[in-house]
């Protein structure tokens, strides 16, 4: 059997997480504190955002819902 040791993955697992978390941080700050988007509403850029937290829901809510400033 292969035997597969995590501390080897860790250099790139571990900066892709923090890029995640702040995304959804940055990406949540900015539906909260906002009242108008391009498209939809904030309770549906919510539930995109985390159900789609593997970088997709917030990605999506910024290319799609951000109103440009």
Known sequence: MNNINIMEF????????IAQMALLGYALYHILSHSRY???TR???L?????????????LYFLLGKEDA
């Open 10 to 17: 860790l250099p790139i697992i571990v900066p892709l997480i």
């Open 38 to 40: 391009k498209r939809g």
């Open 43 to 45: 309770a549906l850029w």
């Open 47 to 59: 539930i995109v955002t985390l159900v789609g937290m593997q970088f997709i829901g917030p990605i």
